[in-house]
Each structure stands twice: as C-alpha cells, then as structure tokens.
C-alpha cells in the first residue's frame, strides 16, 4: 500500500514537473557538494554504500516506471552493494541534472555534472538507460522529446559545436567557461548559446542515437519537426565537409572549420593553424576532438567513424519507416557503408583496430565511449568478431599506453586526466564486450570496490589510493553503469540475481 502511494504520488509530480523549470526548495543541497559525502542509510553488504539520492522534492524530475524497475531489481539482486550501486545510478540522470523541462515549449536542458552546460555526447548517453521505459511513462517521453527539440535547434545553428548554454526560454544564466578563453572559432559562435565548440563528430552521432532510440520505442514521429530537419540537413553538411582533402588540386587548403587555442587559453591549440592534421580522402570523417574532449592526434578517429556508419544505418531505417526524406535516407546508407568499408580497409593491420589514423596509426584506446572497447555496444560488430577479439585483448593490457592496473584497481584511462587514473567507464564497456563470466564478475567487483564509498560511479580513479578519484557526479557514467546492469539482467541474470530468470522491463515479473 505505501509503495502504491508513492508510485501515484510521484505521477502526479512528474506531471506537474513537465509544465516548468523545476524550482528545487532553497533548503536543497547542490548536488557536487551532496555527492561528495556519505548520506543516508548503508546498504547490508560488506562496502556499505551509502543511499545517495536526493530527497524526493529535491529531485529534477521523477519517473514512477523508474521506481518500480528500482523496486523490481533490488527484490532480485543477490549482492546488496551492487543493488544499491544501481539504485543511486539508475535514476541519477533524472534525479539531478533536469535544470529545465517545459512541455509546453517542448524544451529540455540536461545537465551532466557540475559544468552548467548541455553536452549533445554526454545526454545521449544519460537517456539510453531510459529506453525501454518509454512506452511505459509518457512523461518521460515528453521530457526525451523536449530534449530533442532542444539539441536540434542546437544544432542547426552550429552544427560543429558539442556544448551548450541553457535556452533563452528557460530563463537560466549563461556560464563562462574559463576553457573557452582565449580560442577562436571560424565560423564564428554565440557563447550566449554556445558553451564551448570544440568538434567532436560523436557528439551528432549522439543526436542521432537519442532521435532513433526515441522513435524504436515509441513509434511516435513528431519529433520529426522543422527544427529536426534542419539539424539533420546541417549533420550530413558537417559529414561531407570533414570527408574532404586538406587540398584542392592546386594545393589550396580547403578549410570548413577552424579552432584555434594558444593567447593564453587553458585548451591547446589544434595543429595546422586550427585546421587538424592534413588529411586526404579515405571514405572516413575527419574530427578534431576525440570523446574525451582531448585533441586528436590523427584526424580520423576510428571508434567514432564506426558509431557514425551504426547511426547512419539507424537513421536510414527510422526515415524509410515513416515514409519521409527517401532522398537522406539513400544518402545515409550510402554514407554508412563507405565509411565501415573504410574502417575495414584503413584501420585494421595485424587483426588490430587503431584508435586514429591519417597515414600513421595510434595504437590505443581511451576510456570514453565511443571507444574501441565499445564496438559491440556501439552495435558496429558482434562481440566474438575475431579483429574485436584481439583488439581488446591488446586495449586491456600494456600494449594500450593508457591501460594501468594496481592493487584495487585497473581500466583504461586517456589523457583528460593521467596515466594513473583508468575510468570505470573503460570496465563497463568491457562487461558489455565479452560473455565470460569470470572477466564480468571482476570488473563489476572492481567497480563496486571503488566507489571511496560513496556509491556513485566517478570519472577517473586511482590505482593506487582507492580515495583518490575525480568527479564524484558524474551523470554520464552513472547511467552507463545502470544501463550495463540492465543488460546482464537479461543477458546474464544468474551473475546478479538468485536466479537464472532474465528482468526484461515492461514484461510481468
């Protein structure tokens, strides 16, 4: 009877929640100093994490389908720690970092942490976790729209940006990002609208994922809109401009984007006056900027090309389902296979993926996804595809020069913060890329294990102090997290529940 009373109380919050910016009480703690603490009641298991969500009137928005699959898993999951860890992880995203959400306007501005900011990367991955609840709470969907409209308007205004300032409707402050000082952009940006414009082709590769996994669960096209169609249209503009040579055929540098650091800005400067490295064609698209916001080394970065081809492919589907834009969906298969067949062709040597290529090759990986270590949740290959196979064999070892391993921890790292802090992200990619059974209870007992018990999933972490981490909110990766725990749910239930019986939400249990 109480779990009723909640579930209809929550509906009616949520449902007053769509209507505005959510006005959390002055009493509320911000969330970058609440997470950095233990806060309510431990959990029975040998760590006892901590309850770490916020107070239900402190919360950015709530989702009772989101309650009953925390209530659903946590009835059949064996380790108690684990159990808590997804409880504070799965509603994470919807928890803290909705600053506003107004259906009427059918806006939506997603937080990822503490920067004010909307990454168009970091939101795709926060909903993916929310997928299979969309049928289920149309609340939720609204909200996953509003975010859409939001991103496309976004985009069709600077297609080349990945980082936002929240709309004007939201009546929200702009921030100042100390990072943007000092760098110029051609063409120039709105830093009223834009946050910081580093090019990373995996941030439209993320609008594309939230368009489709929106559109797969609910069937509903009116997301479809002109805002939509325009950022579309400035997406495949982006893709044909970054194909392109460096040169013309008199040795003209052809130049669509440029981004320049030095004048003492915090970012380095982009090599080649802003430009990138001097490519040619190869069938794959240039980038400037790897996932982790770090420069790229060689201008064709190989995970982020293989999410590219999967979207294109998605994107395609989607369009031929509801009848509309043949002439874009021709164009995105076309696009999708050229560039896997690049992949294939450009990438490989000796059974191995590079990370980047342009003539020469970096041999590694870095923790953020897109990720060589995420191809198969990127849906690019089958997980026991052979090149996969001993790709990620060489990523989780010393042959990766971002791969470190200590007494409590090990994963894979980047250069966004040090060799000697690997991400948790890297182990979750890893559970998602193999069915043994060995290597998928270490990693998550790696990843529970170090948490500096307050039972969030951070950034980075230290392999040799296991208190020493960065980002204790970090929305992203909590999601990523739940969404692996779901996964083994029904992949490999016998590895977190009493039983061998999958959890498949929205079917009765």
């Not at 504070?88 to 259906?103: R, S, W």
């Not at 059918?106 to 503490?114: Q, R």
């Not at 990127?378 to 196979?389: A, E, I, Q, R």
Request: aromatic share 10%; with cysteine.
């Amino acid at each position: 009877m109480v779990l009723q009373f909640q579930i209809r109380h929550l509906a009616l919050l949520a449902s007053v929640l769509s209507l505005n910016t959510y006005a959390q009480p002055a009493s509320c703690p911000d969330f970058s100093s609440f997470s950095q603490s233990p806060q309510g009641n431990a959990s029975t298991g040998p760590l006892k994490l901590p309850f770490m969500r916020p107070s239900l009137e402190c919360r950015t928005f709530t989702s009772p389908a989101v309650e009953k699959v925390i209530t659903d898993m946590k009835s059949r999951m064996k380790d108690p720690d684990l159990a808590r860890l997804f409880e504070n992880t799965f509603p994470n995203t919807l928890d803290t970092t909705v600053k506003y959400f107004n259906e009427r306007n059918n806006l939506a501005f997603i937080i990822t942490g503490v920067s004010i900011a909307q990454w168009l990367r970091d939101t795709a991955n926060q909903f993916a976790v929310y997928r299979d609840l969309l049928p289920l709470d149309k609340n939720l969907a609204t909200l996953q729209r509003a975010v859409l409209n939001n991103e496309a308007r976004y985009i069709q205004q600077f297609p080349y940006c990945g980082s936002f300032q929240p709309p004007p409707e939201s009546g929200l402050p702009t921030s100042h990002n100390d990072w943007a000082d000092g760098v110029t952009v051609n063409p120039p940006v709105d830093d009223k609208i834009v946050f910081e414009c580093k090019y990373e082709i995996d941030s439209l590769c993320g609008f594309l994922k939230l368009s489709r996994s929106y559109y797969e669960s609910t069937k509903d096209r009116s997301f479809m809109n002109a805002n939509w169609n325009a950022a579309i249209d400035q997406i495949f503009r982006v893709i044909d401009e970054q194909s392109q040579p460096t040169f013309d055929s008199n040795f003209n540098v052809i130049s669509f984007f440029n981004w320049t650091g030095g004048n003492g800005a915090l970012s380095p400067a982009v090599p080649n006056e802003g430009n990138g490295e001097p490519k040619a064609f190869t069938g794959l698209v240039g980038t400037h900027h790897r996932p982790s916001d770090d420069i790229s080394i060689y201008a064709f970065l190989t995970p982020a090309n293989a999410m590219l081809s999967v979207e294109l492919t998605h994107l395609a589907d989607m369009l031929d389902a509801v009848k509309q834009r043949k002439d874009v969906s021709a164009k995105a298969r076309q696009l999708s296979k050229r560039i896997s067949d690049a992949i294939w062709a450009t990438t490989v040597a000796g059974n191995i993926f590079a990370y980047e290529t342009n003539g020469g090759r970096v041999i590694m990986d870095d923790a953020n996804v897109p990720s060589l270590l995420s191809l198969p949740y990127l849906g690019f290959l089958d997980k026991s595809n052979p090149t996969y196979v001993a790709t990620r064999k060489q990523i989780l070892s010393r042959g990766n020069p971002y791969f470190a391993s200590g007494d409590g921890f090990f994963g894979v790292g980047g250069p966004h913060v040090d060799v000697s802090h690997p991400w948790p992200m890297s182990l979750i990619s890893s559970i998602f890329g193999t069915d043994d059974d060995a290597e998928i209870s270490t990693a998550l007992q790696t990843i529970a294990n170090n948490t500096a018990g307050l039972g969030l999933i951070h950034e980075s972490q230290s392999i040799h102090d296991n208190t020493d981490y960065t980002r204790s909110w970090f929305a992203w990766a909590n999601s990523y997290f739940a969404e692996m725990i779901l996964d083994l749910a029904q992949r490999k239930p016998g590895l977190i529940f009493e039983n061998n019986t999958p959890y498949i939400i929205g079917q009765t249990h």
